[in-house]
């Protein structure tokens, strides 16, 4: 495993901040995208996760790490080569849409009926840290614009 991976890999475990979320974002974009990800690691059950929901297809478990009351990843069980959104193919609308509703029944589930916001970081200038395609489910607060 490279150094860039045990680096992502221990901010996410441990729930620390690396210097900043751009370094983490750096780090992660030098790996290879068909690379294993601590989520892998969470769908096997080998890293403890505080799941929320769980079915075929999408887990949903809490941010170690949350930027807000709520504050929920949901990911596909399978990652398909979707790493990314930009890396979403035709092939993968089913479960786009999948993610996107079990966020809403999450959202419910979580009583966020005063609103939510979904947020899907890509590649370096976005920030992600992690290379297999998940989306953040952020309430139980007023959220602000623009948001970053």
């Known amino acids: 495993m490279s150094h860039s991976r045990l ?16 370094e983490a974002a750096q780090a992660a ?10 989520f892998d690691k969470i769908i096997k059950k080998e890293i403890p996760a505080n799941i929320v929901y769980e079915d075929d297809e999408v887990l949903a478990f809490r941010d170690i790490s949350p930027q807000a009351p709520v504050h929920i990843l949901l990911i596909p069980k399978v990652k398909d080569g979707l ?46 840290s992690v290379y297999h395609l998940h989306i953040h489910l952020l309430g139980g607060r007023q959220m602000n614009w623009p948001p970053g």
Do not use: W
């Open 83 to 128: 790493s990314g959104v930009s890396k979403a193919k035709e092939r993968h609308v089913q479960i786009l849409g999948r993610l996107m509703y079990t966020a809403k029944l999450v959202a419910k589930q979580e009583g966020l009926e005063d609103g939510f916001r979904l947020v899907i970081n890509d590649g370096l200038n976005g920030c992600q």
């Open 7 to 22: 680096l992502v890999l221990s901010s996410h475990l441990s729930g620390s901040s690396m210097a900043s979320e751009k």
């Open 29 to 38: 974009a030098n790996v290879p995208a068909d690379s294993p990800t601590i």
